[in-house]
């Protein structure tokens, strides 16, 4: 069956476009420039994963920024789970990106899924991050010892050890049904994200 291409609502849209005198989810989050350490172009990708689509999604056990410790497997027939690893806190991208799904709550969903947040920042830096941004309505995981274990596992662990840019999106019964290692200089797209999220709608 062919898919239709998935439309965001026109709040959304406009929260989320570049142009001139659109604000971005970093500025609606209350972070300003001079918060954020300004880290340059980076090499797109440094890393070679070790899973793909239709692969079970290797499960972990990471401490969240609240204290608790979230596992893949919770999820497993309840949601679909957004996985999205980013490089760093307190960096542009990531300052920009996950501040978006706070924007994009409700698609999130209406598309019966979650999304989990990772970093190999440790908890601290994290929870301090995540509150600077008025917090985030999803857990926000530390992958910080052993030091980027899971983005390993999932092979988006670069080189400097930082994590990739990545998005894995995760069926309920615990497949990999997509998956984008995205240029760590860009936010991955949020239409191509509903739209795979879409694919997997009962």
């Not at 971005?24 to 990708?45: D, N, T």
């Amino acid at each position: 069956m062919k898919m239709k291409r998935y439309v965001f609502p026109l709040s959304i849209v406009c929260m989320l476009m570049a142009g001139a005198g659109a604000p971005s989810p970093l500025s609606s989050a209350g972070l300003s420039r001079e918060e954020i350490y300004q880290v340059g172009k980076l090499k797109p990708i440094d890393s070679v994963l070790k899973v793909k689509v239709g692969d079970v999604a290797p499960d972990f056990s990471l401490r969240s920024v609240d204290g608790k410790t979230v596992s893949l497997r919770d999820y497993r027939g309840k949601k679909n789970v957004m996985i999205s690893f980013v490089p760093a806190a307190w960096t542009p991208v990531c300052s920009d990106q996950w501040p978006g799904y706070n924007l994009a709550r409700e698609e999130f969903e209406a598309m019966d899924a979650v999304v989990i947040g990772i970093s190999v920042d440790n908890v601290p830096t994290l929870y301090a991050w995540t509150k600077s941004m008025g917090g985030l309505w999803f857990p926000v995981l530390s992958d910080f010892w052993p030091h980027g274990k899971t983005a390993d596992v999932y092979g988006v662990l670069r080189s400097d050890g930082t994590a990739e840019r990545a998005i894995f999106i995760v069926d309920k019964t615990g497949v990999i049904r997509a998956l984008d290692v995205h240029d760590i200089n860009e936010r991955p797209p949020l239409e191509w994200i509903m739209t795979e999220l879409e694919r997997l709608k009962d």
